[in-house]
């Protein structure tokens, strides 16, 4: 094409544009306003060749959905429209890349265990969706979320090929997960500012789930503490933050929360890197004493102290049956969440079993109703909460046993893979970051198997872009390792050791 013709293209539409976006502000029709800010960022950073799009959006939604949490969860940027970011933002990176892809002529998927398993649970929560939106409408593709958030997975591995998008979505999990512990004891000293100044059409940009951001501080420790010596200045304060992370955690008193934590520290101490564990012992050690030390000065009777509340939580643990009578005014609720758990995963088995119990009760069918009547009928018509409070129980009542098989089938390849990075990392020390990163995956999965974590946007949509930034990452190491061993055997033929594989 002419320059001068092309020139004069751009300049036509770029006016029009222009035009089109000045009448729409006049309006108030700030979205418009947003799509056309973000296309030319977009185009700025492609032309620089920086980090790709998609990974810029992903970065957002973890920086924002771990520190928004339920607040941010609820902002709609459309006002009057039930669409989120979290929704947009896939649809957003599924369309950029399949459109990426269909260039390459690939498949966004790998070939491997863990895409596979993922595949296959998507593929039959899609059948038994395509069945459960004509009976239940809008509500079965709310319920549906639990699986779609899974799709930030294919994106956020395929983003963690290219070496700048790897390196943005690195420094957005430190940023992000260094201010947590801030903005985090932020609201809780000005709560008046978060809830009555800080929002968006009268929500509240940041408002914390107590379990979840628990959850979040603690997968936020093992991701500040460093993972190799303390030969730079800033390690100090990379760890200052992980401890302040870690004593938040466990001042939140998250019994879900300290459950993943202690999964973490099992899969660091199997790389031999015992630091997050020593660094948890002695915190919960010099916690123990100074908050005892702390109740015996007070005049009051120790089982009201925060002590004795810490003590009568941690045993609640074993209080299957809810039964248990707690002295402690804040940690009274224990024994109740137990039974609220207990009562409602028995319903819900017996239900599924009667029900479905090979596809389950599907998409929008109302798990609530049959343990509210058997909890407390009185709840009935107050209640509000869809999911069971455990990513296991979720599947099976919506997919039955042929859900719950594959689910299971996807942990076992995840429990694989996270085993065979910490032989790796006992050896390798680099492989540490990787390993970082599936520990934090592991705190989550811990925490959504006895909380609403994965069904909703602020716990699933960090989850996944987090797995498939590990995923990715070790995809990428091993493709950097086979180049570097071929370019050796191209100046060396007689060196024909392969480098030793991650992910198979």
């Known amino acids: 094409m002419d320059p001068r013709l092309r020139n004069i293209i751009v300049g036509v539409v770029s006016a029009g544009l222009a035009v089109w976006l000045g009448y ?17 960022v977009w185009t700025l950073i492609a032309w620089l060749r920086g980090p790709l799009a998609e990974a810029w959006i992903l970065a957002f939604l973890v920086f924002a959905y771990v520190l928004g949490n339920r607040g941010f969860a609820q902002v709609t940027p459309v006002g009057g429209l039930p669409l989120f970011f979290g929704e947009i933002g896939l ?78 979505l690195s420094k957005v999990l430190t940023t992000t997960f260094a201010l947590l512990p801030i903005t985090s004891l932020l609201s809780e000293a000005f709560p008046e500012f978060f809830l009555g100044v800080l929002t968006f ?38 760890a200052t933050l992980a401890i302040l992370s870690l004593g938040l955690g466990l001042y939140y008193v998250s019994r879900a929360g300290m459950l993943g934590l202690m999964v973490a520290l099992v899969w660091t101490a199997s790389a031999r890197w015992y630091r997050p564990s020593v660094v948890t012992a002695v915190v919960v050690l010099c916690g123990l004493i100074g908050a005892t030390v702390y109740s015996l000065l007070q005049e009051r009777p120790f089982t009201e102290t925060r002590v004795y509340a810490i003590y009568e939580h941690v045993e ?49 069918h109302d798990l609530a109703r049959g343990f509210v009547l058997a909890y407390d009928p009185l709840m009935e018509g107050d209640f509000t909460a869809r999911s069971p409070h455990s990513i296991f129980f979720t599947v099976f009542a919506r997919m039955g046993l042929v859900g719950l098989l594959s689910w299971s089938a996807f942990m076992i390849v995840l429990i694989s893979e996270s085993w065979r990075l910490a032989k790796i990392s006992r050896d390798d020390t680099g492989a540490r970051d990787i390993l970082a990163a599936h520990a934090m995956c592991w705190v989550i999965l811990t925490s959504a198997c006895f909380g609403v974590v994965l069904e909703g946007p602020m716990g699933a949509i960090p989850f996944w872009v987090l797995l498939g ?36």
């Open 201 to 238: 059409r009268g929500i509240p940009v940041i408002l914390y789930k107590g379990d979840l951001l628990a959850t979040f501080l603690f997968a936020g420790f093992i991701w500040l503490m460093p993972r190799q010596s303390f030969d730079r200045r800033s390690d100090w304060w990379w």
């Open 24 to 40: 729409a502000l006049a309006e108030g029709g700030y979205f418009l306003a947003s799509i056309i800010a973000a296309l030319c």
């Open 91 to 168: 649809g957003i990176t599924l369309a950029i890349l399949m459109f990426r892809f269909a260039f390459k002529r690939e498949l966004p998927i790998r070939r491997d265990w863990l895409n596979s398993m993922i595949v296959l649970w998507l593929a039959l929560g899609i059948g038994r969706m395509f069945f459960d939106v004509r009976t239940y409408g809008f509500v079965a593709l709310r319920d549906f979320a639990t699986l779609y958030y899974a799709f930030f997975l294919f994106v956020a591995q395929a983003a963690t090929q290219d070496a700048a998008s790897r390196a943005l």
């Open 469 to 504: 930034f590990a995923h990715g990452q070790a995809h990428a190491r091993v493709e950097e390792e086979r180049s570097d061993s071929e370019a050796a055997a191209a100046i060396a033929p007689a060196a024909t050791e392969t480098p030793t594989e991650i992910i198979r």
């Open 316 to 364: 609640s643990l074993a209080d299957f049956s809810g039964t248990h009578a707690y002295l402690n005014a804040d940690a009274a609720d224990s024994g109740d969440n137990n039974r609220f758990r207990l009562v409602w995963w028995r319903t819900i088995f017996n239900e599924t079993m009667a029900g479905g119990p090979l596809l389950g009760l599907g998409f929008g």
